[in-house]
C-alpha cells in the first residue's frame, strides 16, 4: 500500500492543511474577534497553516510573536477575556509545554474560579506525534492535557473533519487544543502519510459537534478504535483483515475530549472484541480511561481487549528506532489476530441501557 | 559554626531595606486627599477583621493581609479610570478594595460564602469582579503578568484608550513569565502598567539574597521601557505617578514599569508574624504608616480637619463590620455550585 508521498506529488485532492486554512479564513472574514498569534506565522509556520493569512488579513490580525511561548498564551488568556477569539499557532505541539502554567493554572480555571465572571475563548492550534525530529519534537499533546479539566482536545483525521470540527471551535466560547498528527498535515514539501485517507474533499466545511465519534469502516468481529495517525494504520489493516475474512470495525473518536463512549459501546456490545490504539505513551493514555468507562457501563462482560499504545518513554531519533517504539500496522494486525482468535461473547446492543 | 564558601550558602552582608527618604508630593484636591484616606482606612479596617476572623476559625485555608502597603494600591486605583482594567496578585484584598469592589461580597468570598464576588469559588487567594474592572486574581506569582498584555492588547484591537494595571510582587521579576511579558508589553507597545509592590521579601526571602539588583526598575530599562521606583507608601506620590503614566500610555507611549517601595506590616501569611524580618527594619517602616503619613500631611496643611478624617475612619470601621456581618450572614454555597461554570 502507499505509505509515504508529499504533497504536490499525490494529486489535487484537498488536503488537512487546506481544510484548516479554508475554515480559519472563512471565520476571520464572520468574525473580526478572531486573530491569530504564533511565532513564525508571518512566514506560515512551520506546518504552513497560517500561509496566505497574512496578506489577507494584515499584521494587525496575524501576529507575529517573540519565542515567548508563556507571554503568547497569556496574551492570548487576556484577550479572550475581553472578547477576542484567539488562534494560537504553535509551529510544533511541543513548545506548549513552556506555556503549560497558563493553559493549565490560568486559562481553564479562569471561569470556574471567578464563579462564571468570565470567559475564555482560545483554539489552541498544535501539531502533534513522532515525526523523526527526536524526543522533543515528539510529543502527543493531546495526551498530555487530556486530564486537564477545562479544555477540549479535538483530534480530527481527515480535510472534512478538520474543516467540521475547526468550525465548531471558533464558534466556542471556550478553550480547545486541536491538534493535528505531523505526518497528516500534507503541507508541501513534508511527509504525508496514507494519503488515500488522509485526503480528500470537505465541502463547505459544515460543523461538526464534539463528542461525535465516526464509525470509518462497519465491521462485525472486532471493533477497532484509533486516533490521529494510528486512525489510519488501523484503517490499512482493516482493509488487509477483510482479504482474510475478518470484518472489522474501525471508530475514530475524532475529539478525546469529550470523548464519546457510547458509539464505541455500541460497537463493542455487537461485536465483543475491542482493540484501542493510540501513538501516546500507554501510562496516561485515552485507552486506558476508555476501557474504564466500557467496563462501567458493563460492555466489557465477556468481551475480549487489547491496547496498543507507545512504551511509556521517549521517542528516540534514529529512524528505526522512532518505528520501534511507535504503534505500527503489524502489531495492530497481531492484536485483531489474537482477539479473533479468542472466544467472545458479546452483550447485544439490546442489553445497553 | 561552619564556615562555607560556596556563594549560594552566604548571606549577603547588608540584609536592612532602609525606606526611601521623605519627599513630599503635592496635594491634588481636598476632595481627592479624603477619597484616598476614606480607601486607604477601609483597607485597614477590613484586614484587622480578616486577621481577627481567620484567627477566630471563621476563614477556612488561608490569608495573606496587605496591611501597610495601602498606599500603593489606593494611590494606584485612584489614580486610574473606573473602566481602567487592573490584574490582582494573592494579597489582592486591598487591591479589591482599592477598585472598588464590595466590603461585603468580598469578605463572604474570603470566607467561602454564597453571595462572595466569585460565589465562594475563588476564595482569599481569587478575589475581584470584572464589573469593577478587577479581573480574577491569579494566585501563582508571575502568571499574570502576560495576561496583563492581552488586556491590554484587547483594548487597543478594539480601537479604546483603556489602561491596565498589573499589580505584582517583587517575586515576579525573577519568573520568566514576566520578562516574556515586560518584553512583549514594550515592543508592542502595550498600555500596561506594571505596578510592582516591593516589599523586599519574596513570601519569606530577603530579596538581596536573590536577586542583585539595588532597584527592580533597572531590568525594566533592560526592556528599554519606561519605569520609576516611588515612594509606595506615600499614596500622593503614587497617585501623581499612576496619574501621569496612565495619561501617556492612554495616548500611546507604551508600558511603564512602576516600582513602589512599601512594607508589609503583618507577616507573609496566615500566623506568620514575619520573624525573619531585623527588627530595627520594622521599626523603621512601621513608623513609615502610609495612612498616618497621609493624616499628618492633611492636618499639618489645613487640608481636612481631624474630626473629618475621624469621621472617615469610623464610616470605614463600620462599612468593615458591615462586611463582616454580611459574610457571616451568607449561606455556604450549594453544592451544586461546584459543578457549574467550567465552560461558558
Request: proline residues 6%; charged residues 20%; glycine residues 12%.
Given at each position: 500500500m502507499p505509505e509515504m508521498t508529499t504533497n504536490g506529488a499525490s494529486g489535487a485532492r484537498p488536503t488537512i492543511v487546506e481544510a484548516l486554512r479554508s475554515v480559519i479564513v472563512d471565520e476571520m472574514d464572520a468574525n473580526g474577534d478572531v486573530y491569530v498569534i504564533g511565532e513564525d506565522i508571518s512566514q506560515g509556520g512551520a506546518f504552513q497553516a497560517s500561509v496566505g493569512l497574512l496578506d489577507r488579513f494584515g499584521a494587525e490580525r496575524v501576529v507575529d510573536a517573540p519565542i515567548s511561548e508563556a507571554a503568547i498564551v497569556g496574551l492570548a488568556i487576556g484577550s479572550a477575556m475581553r472578547g477576542l477569539h484567539p488562534?494560537?499557532?504553535?509551529?510544533?505541539?511541543?513548545?506548549l509545554y513552556a506555556a503549560a502554567d497558563q493553559l493549565i493554572q490560568q486559562a481553564t480555571k479562569l471561569r470556574y474560579m471567578s464563579g462564571g465572571q468570565v470567559a475564555v475563548p482560545m483554539l489552541i492550534h498544535l501539531p502533534t506525534g513522532a515525526s523523526?525530529?527526536?524526543?522533543?519534537?515528539?510529543?502527543?499533546l493531546e495526551a498530555s492535557f487530556f486530564?486537564?479539566?477545562g479544555v477540549r482536545v479535538v483530534t480530527p483525521t481527515t480535510p472534512r473533519d478538520t474543516a467540521g470540527l475547526m468550525r465548531t471551535a471558533l464558534r466556542d466560547p471556550n478553550i480547545v487544543l486541536f491538534c493535528i498528527h505531523?505526518?497528516?498535515?500534507?503541507?508541501?514539501g513534508r511527509e504525508l502519510l496514507y494519503p488515500e485517507t488522509s485526503t480528500g474533499e470537505f465541502g463547505a466545511g459544515e460543523a461538526i459537534p464534539y463528542g461525535s465519534a465516526r464509525v470509518a469502516r462497519e465491521g462485525t468481529d472486532v471493533t477497532v478504535v484509533a486516533n490521529l495517525l494510528m486512525f489510519h494504520r488501523s484503517l490499512a489493516v482493516a482493509d488487509m483483515a477483510a482479504e482474510e475474512g475478518v470484518s472489522v470495525e474501525v471508530i475514530d473518536?475524532?475529539?478525546?475530549?469529550?470523548?464519546?463512549v457510547d458509539t464505541v459501546a455500541d460497537s463493542v456490545a455487537r461485536t465483543g472484541r475491542l482493540i484501542t490504539v493510540e501513538e501516546?505513551?500507554?501510562?496516561?493514555?485515552?485507552g486506558g480511561y476508555l476501557i474504564g468507562e466500557l467496563a462501567r457501563l458493563g460492555v466489557l462482560v465477556g468481551a475480549v481487549v487489547e491496547r496498543i499504545a507507545a512504551p511509556d518513554l521517549p521517542v528516540p531519533f534514529a529512524p528505526n528506532l522512532e518505528k520501534a517504539v511507535i504503534p505500527n500496522e503489524g502489531q495492530i494486525g497481531e492484536a485483531i489476530g489474537r482477539v479473533i482468535s479468542t472466544d467472545a461473547t458479546p452483550i447485544g446492543v439490546e442489553a445497553l441501557t | 559554626m561552619s564556615v562555607t564558601t560556596k556563594p549560594w550558602a552566604v548571606e549577603p552582608e547588608d540584609n536592612l531595606w532602609e525606606p526611601p527618604p521623605v519627599d513630599p508630593s503635592p496635594i491634588p484636591s481636598p476632595e481627592v486627599a479624603r477619597e484616598l484616606y476614606r480607601r486607604m482606612v477601609l483597607i485597614r479596617h477590613f484586614e484587622d477583621r480578616v486577621d481577627v476572623l481567620f484567627k477566630a476559625g471563621r476563614i477556612p485555608g488561608t490569608i495573606h493581609l496587605s496591611s501597610g502597603q495601602e498606599a500603593t494600591v489606593v494611590g494606584t486605583c485612584a489614580a486610574l479610570r473606573d473602566d481602567d482594567l487592573i490584574t490582582l496578585t494573592h494579597r489582592g484584598h486591598g487591591q479589591a478594595l482599592a477598585k472598588g469592589v464590595d466590603p461585603g461580597r468580598l469578605m463572604a468570598e474570603i470566607m467561602g460564602r454564597?453571595?462572595?464576588?466569585?460565589r465562594g469559588k475563588g476564595g482569599s487567594l481569587h478575589v475581584g469582579d470584572v464589573e469593577k474592572g478587577a479581573m480574577p486574581a491569579l494566585a501563582?506569582?508571575?502568571?499574570s503578568s502576560p495576561i496583563a498584555d492581552g488586556l491590554a492588547f484587547a483594548e487597543v484591537y478594539r480601537g479604546g484608550d483603556g489602561v491596565v494595571c498589573n499589580f505584582h510582587g517583587?517575586?515576579?521579576?525573577?519568573k520568566g513569565e514576566w520578562h516574556e511579558a515586560m518584553n512583549m508589553a514594550a515592543v508592542w507597545r502595550?498600555?500596561?502598567?506594571?505596578?510592582?509592590?516591593?516589599?523586599?521579601?519574596?513570601s519569606t526571602t530577603n530579596l538581596r539574597r536573590v536577586l542583585?539588583?539595588?532597584?527592580?526598575?533597572e531590568r525594566a530599562e533592560a526592556y528599554r521601557m519606561r519605569n520609576m521606583t516611588i515612594d509606595g507608601n506615600d499614596v500622593l506620590a503614587v497617585y501623581a505617578a499612576i496619574g501621569d503614566a496612565a495619561r501617556d500610555a492612554r495616548a500611546g507611549a507604551g508600558p511603564m514599569f512602576i516600582e513602589c517601595l512599601t512594607y508589609r506590616?503583618?507577616?507573609?501569611?496566615?500566623?506568620?508574624?514575619?520573624?525573619?524580618?531585623p527588627a530595627e527594619e520594622v521599626s523603621v517602616w512601621m513608623a513609615r504608616d502610609p495612612i498616618d503619613r497621609l493624616r499628618a500631611r492633611l492636618l499639618d496643611e489645613d487640608v481636612v480637619d481631624a474630626a473629618e478624617l475621624d469621621a472617615l475612619d469610623a464610616e470605614a470601621a463600620d462599612r468593615a463590620a458591615a462586611a463582616e456581618a454580611f459574610a457571616l450572614a451568607s449561606p455556604e454555597p450549594d453544592r451544586a455550585v461546584a459543578f457549574e461554570d467550567l465552560h461558558a
Open positions: 488562534i494560537v499557532d504553535f509551529q510544533y505541539g511541543d513548545f523523526g525530529r527526536g524526543a522533543q519534537h515528539a510529543n502527543c486530564g486537564v479539566p505531523k505526518a497528516l498535515y500534507g503541507t508541501e473518536p475524532r475529539t478525546i475530549v469529550p470523548f464519546d501516546s505513551p500507554r501510562r496516561a493514555g485515552w | 454564597a453571595d462572595g464576588v466569585f501563582i506569582v508571575g502568571a517583587d517575586g515576579s521579576v525573577n502595550l498600555p500596561v502598567l506594571f505596578v510592582c509592590e516591593n516589599n523586599f521579601y519574596a542583585l539588583n539595588d532597584q527592580l526598575s506590616q503583618a507577616g507573609h501569611k496566615r500566623n506568620d508574624t514575619g520573624k525573619y524580618r
